[in-house]
């Protein structure tokens, strides 16, 4: 079969990632990805720690990301993103720069935390209350808040599973129930899904049109970020933060909302 016609496969653009050693949702971050972009991930070495603050400073030791980042140079990539949540927040606003800071020396290209891409999110949405769902422990989920309200956010919601292992187990029924306990329509702009290791691509459709405002997630928000750095966008169906379209939908008045389930 003569195939000299298709003229080689189509130029791809490279997006590096880099993920904690326990990251299972490879998949998910590829469904927001355009076709003529490709994800080069690598991992963080192994440690026998459970999911803590302990664990978090561990897989985002600056030599560590460095180590990433260089053997991703190998691939040219464009942009380099963290995918970890709690890695990038646990020391705060002036640590998720410094890690910023230590992955672009390492690898000489831009680069950018899960932390920082859900502050980058928040404002292009304008959304200054947020609620929380994490799968962490509460010493974990505290650190999250403390990180959201150092940006100038305010909390006004939150729930959490305390969980310290296998979080991309969680079934989507779970991270739905634990939505509705951390946001009501009316008191937050913005509903945060923390964790990139917490499956959320197909329930944010749903969360939006019941809780009538913007939903985000750790995953979606990186790819978001690491996309705009290309110039291009991310895709997904209908979610507020990909589709103008989608963020005219004003939260309903308390007194309005009767015969919601």
């Known amino acids: 079969m003569d195939v000299s016609f298709l003229g080689g496969p189509r130029p791809q653009r490279g997006v590096g990632v880099v993920a904690p050693f326990d990251f299972a949702l490879d998949r998910e971050l590829w469904r927001w990805v355009p076709d003529d972009v490709s994800l080069h991930l690598t991992r963080t070495p192994f440690v026998p720690v459970e999911v803590s603050l302990d664990l978090a400073r561990l897989v985002s030791e600056h030599e560590t990301l460095g180590e990433a980042v260089r053997a991703l140079t ?39 935390t899960t932390s920082g891409a859900l502050l980058e999110a928040l404002a292009e949405l304008g959304a200054r209350r947020v609620a929380l769902v994490t799968p962490y422990t509460v010493s974990v989920t505290r650190a999250l808040e403390e990180y959201v309200a150092q940006a100038g956010a305010r909390v006004t919601g939150c729930a959490y599973m305390g969980l310290t ?38 329930v944010i459709p749903q969360l939006e049109a019941e809780l009538r405002m913007p939903v985000i997630s750790a995953n979606q928000v990186t790819m978001w970020a690491a996309l705009r750095r290309l110039g291009t966008r991310a895709v997904g169906p209908y979610q507020a933060l990909l589709d103008d379209a989608a963020r005219v939908r004003p939260a309903l008045p308390e007194e309005q909302q009767e015969g919601w389930t």
């Open 74 to 112: 190998a691939v040219s990539p464009e942009v380099v993103a963290y995918a970890c949540t709690s890695g990038s927040f646990v020391d705060g606003l002036a640590g998720e720069r410094a890690m910023c800071a230590a992955m672009t020396m390492a690898g000489e290209l831009p680069a950018l």
């Open 165 to 202: 292992r296998h979080i991309w187990r969680v079934p989507y029924r779970d991270v739905v129930g634990m939505a509705r306990r951390a946001a009501r329509p009316g008191t937050a702009d913005a509903l945060f899904l923390s964790c990139t290791n917490l499956p959320t691509y197909d």
